[in-house]
């Protein structure tokens, strides 16, 4: 255990110095290292802590305040249960936020993240966060984005890095692609612009290989993750289970492939619609009549211009354009026009659907729009049960008639009502499916899609493969190079990094490309086999790559050898505990669990979830509102840290609430945390009992309070009940200070009881504050890196409890009683009380119920 000096001790008074006593420990902890994760002699049981590591746009804010407050509780509450705790830090310091600020301000993107760096570092050690600062990494140094290059050329070989041209998601004011989950609502999630669709030769990451995996394995997070992460996670990926169906396309020599969950409606198909903006409705208008072709381009024009949230909502008109091709259904031989419409997507399925307007609103709607055949397949007024309907006969046995107003299939026509029929039923008009519920005809038209060859079973997939390229500068290099025959190639390995160019002479503005194509002694270089002239690849790595496996790196973070080291991973992996916000539960926490699968294939960790356990937090807002800049309600952590310190800080914030829950600034008590924190030192103070003194010696009462905080405070800390710890904490206070004042006095052994407890747990919340309790108590180690007692269970058993005594259901009087009472002692005590007696009066007791120790319940008469 570590050893500190017993000067320099800080006067207390009356006054409670906070900044004093924060320097004092600062100090201390920054000569002694206390919070340094234990090396191979360290026989302790392990347990990795982890907050998602901050992006260095500025100083901290009040949500950072939350996160690391959160994460620093359970790394100091393991500390205290006997375990070598791992709690890192790093920064996240790739990425256009700080592009952006060095365009606007003039600035080198690299002095302005270091500079933002070196203050949050800062902050973070005033604040009292007991990290592991031996381990620090910073994404955008060279020494850490090799790794990154390193890691992209694993999945390059294993054919999950791959380039291909797409529509990709633009946004028009960063000027770089973003993908599919860094858009919001139609919106660039990071600066808010309009993101259209472009077509780009981009990177990708086979994410759909592992879509299965990354489905199913959430089965393993139930219960340790919050539902809500795991079921936003499950919708994204979006499995569906159905069948691709084959339609021939007059014309054309290549079939056409149709994803459907509801092959069963396949006789239901009226037309085929395609996304405008596929390559295949683009094939199928330029075969198309002339004056189709100029109706195609404008109707094109228009969808590139509307975001996909808005070509998904249903209540839009519906618009398209007949392209004069027809399709053939596989079954029944009947022509289908072929639409282009708007409201399927180029990256759904195969970007074209089956129509079946009967059965789908969507495309009832657009049938209607467009006068286009309505044929139903499925009778959802007939009964499942059987084909044999139930009679219900009346008393005397007379078959009753069923309602005269039951719908028949004639009266909920889809064509008539504009209502399409989504529930399940009977197969009609179907050939042979008639007759069928919708589970067998499923499979039975699967067979016979597989005889016709024209179709089989399949699923499809929400999730679509993760866009990596970034058009811009501050990122990660992509270790390839382009070899004069088109081929690319990966950088020889013994060539990582491929460091970014130096800024000046670059013009970082957005221009669609990347600044490093412009770079022209940079990306001019030679082809790894030849010698011959190549160029490397000009585009970086979109920032959540950097951050899909840095909770590996933090194992060994000096190794110039390798990414990560297998046998720390094996020893510190999968992290026991990630702390963040819910922002995140799509991109960030997807991306890491598809590297984590991948390196487990790669068998390089043996474990394929990177989290074992997820805490996410609430947002810390003003007013009722988000905080912001442009709002002007900002509260900033370095003016609550000058005004109040660190300890009040902490505490005001686990006490708000919930750790899931939104904390109003307006609600947090920063004042009346610094008044508890005063009342906690000062009680140490008072004590005046050497530590060896005899516990058992000292006020019962007392007793039990401390030792009921021992036994129930572990269990609410691992349910994250952090606010209800700091009220028991406030109630154990207040109780030895009513001792100090009321009782034996501050030589009470019992007090000094209290006060050890009082500063072991305040530990997790204020450590400054309870170091000074500690070491003012009479002990020279770190509170921090004290084992916490066990409860004493003979102090857990209440001496005397409660009782309620109720009379005709309304309580009229309550008794104190032992514990162990038996129930015919409490009901004579309980029939013998004056209030009792009173109440029933002249009334006889017909029954009593009796729950010994605590209610008695008379019924009277």
């Not at 994760?37 to 950072?64: C, I, N, Q, W």
């Not at 390559?279 to 100029?294: I, K, N, R, S, W």
């Not at 990256?347 to 659907?353: E, R």
Request: hydrophobic residues 40%; contains cysteine.
């Amino acid at each position: 255990m570590s050893q500190i000096s017993p000067t320099d001790s800080v006067p207390v008074g009356d006054a409670y110095d906070p900044h004093a006593i924060q320097s004092k420990w600062q100090g201390r902890w920054a000569d002694a290292d206390p919070f340094r994760a234990g090396d191979e002699s360290d026989t302790r049981p392990r347990k990795y802590v982890l907050a998602m590591f901050p992006y260095p746009s500025g100083d901290l804010h009040m949500g950072h305040a939350e996160n690391y407050l959160y994460s620093d509780i359970v790394a100091r509450f393991w500390r205290h249960r006997g375990y070598n705790v791992l709690h890192p830090i790093g920064w996240d310091s790739f990425g256009l936020p700080a592009e952006n600020a060095a365009i606007q301000r003039g600035a080198d993107p690299v002095a302005w993240t270091y500079a933002n760096i070196a203050t949050q570092r800062e902050s973070l050690k005033d604040y009292g966060v007991s990290f592991d600062w031996s381990r620090v990494i910073h994404t955008s140094d060279p020494e850490y984005y090799r790794w990154n290059q390193w890691l992209f050329q694993r999945l390059f070989e294993r054919g999950l890095a791959y380039r291909k041209e797409s529509a990709v998601n633009w946004c028009t004011h960063d000027q770089t692609v973003l993908a599919n989950e860094q858009v919001v609502d139609g919106h660039c999630e990071r600066c808010g612009n309009v993101v259209v669709k472009k077509k780009l030769t981009q990177w990708y990451l086979r994410i759909t290989d592992y879509a299965d995996r990354l489905l199913d394995d959430l089965n393993q997070l139930e219960g340790f993750w919050p539902q809500k992460v795991i079921q936003m996670q499950r919708n994204w990926i979006g499995r569906s289970v159905g069948a691709d169906i084959h339609f021939e396309i007059e014309g054309r020599a290549e079939r056409v492939t149709v994803f459907s969950t509801r092959p069963d409606t396949l006789y239901g198909a009226t037309f085929m619609v395609v996304a405008p903006d596929s390559d295949l409705a683009a094939e199928l208008a330029a075969g198309a009549p002339a004056e189709v072709q100029v109706r195609f381009q404008d109707y094109l024009t228009t969808v590139q211009q509307t975001t996909e949230i808005d070509r998904q909502s249903t209540d839009r008109p519906k618009t398209g354009v007949f392209l004069e091709r027809y399709a053939i259904n596989p079954v029944n031989g009947e022509r289908l026009p072929i639409w282009a419409a708007d409201y399927v997507l180029a990256d759904y399925g195969h970007g074209a659907v089956m129509a079946v307007p009967a059965h789908d609103q969507r495309d009832l709607d657009f049938a209607r729009a467009f006068d286009l055949p309505v044929r139903v397949v499925v009778d959802t007024t007939a009964p499942l049960t059987g084909s044999i309907p139930v009679i219900e006969l009346d008393d005397e046995g007379v078959p009753i008639d069923p309602e005269p107003d039951a719908p028949t299939l004639a009266d909920i026509d889809p064509a008539r009502t504009g209502v399409a029929l989504t529930g399940d039923g009977r197969m009609v008009n179907s050939g042979a499916l008639d007759g069928l519920s919708k589970r067998n005809a499923i499979a039975r038209v699967i067979e016979q899609l597989d005889g016709l060859g024209a179709g089989h079973a399949s699923k499809t997939y929400r999730l679509r493969d993760w866009l990596i390229s970034r058009q811009r500068y501050w990122g990660t290099p992509i270790p390839m190079v382009h070899r004069q025959d088109g081929e690319i190639v990966p950088v020889p390995e013994a060539e990582l990094p491929v460091r970014l160019p130096q800024v000046e002479g670059l013009d970082l503005l957005p221009k669609g490309q990347s600044p490093l194509g412009a770079a022209t002694e940079w990306v001019t270089t030679s082809d790894p086999a030849t010698g011959e002239a190549a160029r490397r690849d000009p585009d970086t790595m979109d920032t959540f790559v950097d951050s899909s496996w840095y909770f590996l790196r933090f194992l060994s973070p000096g190794d110039a050898t390798q990414a990560f080291s297998p046998r720390e991973a094996d020893k510190w992996g999968p992290v026991d505990f990630y702390i963040g916000g819910v922002e995140h539960a799509i991109l960030h926490l997807l991306y890491a669990r598809f590297i984590t699968k991948a390196l487990y294939d790669m068998r390089l960790v043996d474990f394929t979830e990177p989290f074992s356990s997820l805490i996410n937090q609430g947002m810390v807002i003003l007013g009722g509102t988000k905080m912001s800049k442009s709002k002007g309600n900002l509260v900033l952590f370095q003016d609550e840290l000058d005004a109040h310190g660190a300890d009040a800080l902490r505490v005001a914030l686990a006490f708000a609430g919930p750790v899931e829950d939104d904390k109003d600034w307006d609600d947090v008590s920063t004042t009346g945390a610094t008044k508890f924190l005063a009342r906690a030192l000062r009680i140490a103070h008072d004590v005046t009992s050497a530590p060896d003194v005899i516990w058992a010696e000292g006020d019962p009462a007392l007793r039990r309070q401390t030792h009921r905080l021992w036994s129930d405070a572990p269990g609410l800390v691992e349910q994250t009940k952090f606010n209800v710890v700091v009220a028991r904490l406030m109630e154990l206070v207040n109780a030895t200070r009513k001792t100090i004042d009321q009782g034996a006095g501050p030589a009470d052994p019992a007090v000094r009881e209290a006060a050890e407890a009082i500063a072991m747990v305040l530990d997790l919340f204020a450590p400054h504050t309870a170091e000074e309790m500690w070491e003012t108590l009479g002990y020279d180690s770190f509170v921090g890196l004290v084992t916490w007692r066990q409860a004493d269970p003979t102090l857990l058993v209440e001496e005397s409890v409660t009782a309620v005594v109720q009379i005709d259901g309304k309580v009229r009087a309550t008794l104190t009683v032992p514990a162990r009472i038996d129930g015919a002692e409490l009901e004579r005590l309980a029939r013998a009380d004056d209030r009792v007696v009173r109440a029933l009066g002249a009334r006889e007791v017909v029954r009593a119920v009796v729950r010994p120790p605590k209610v008695v319940s008379f019924a009277t008469k």
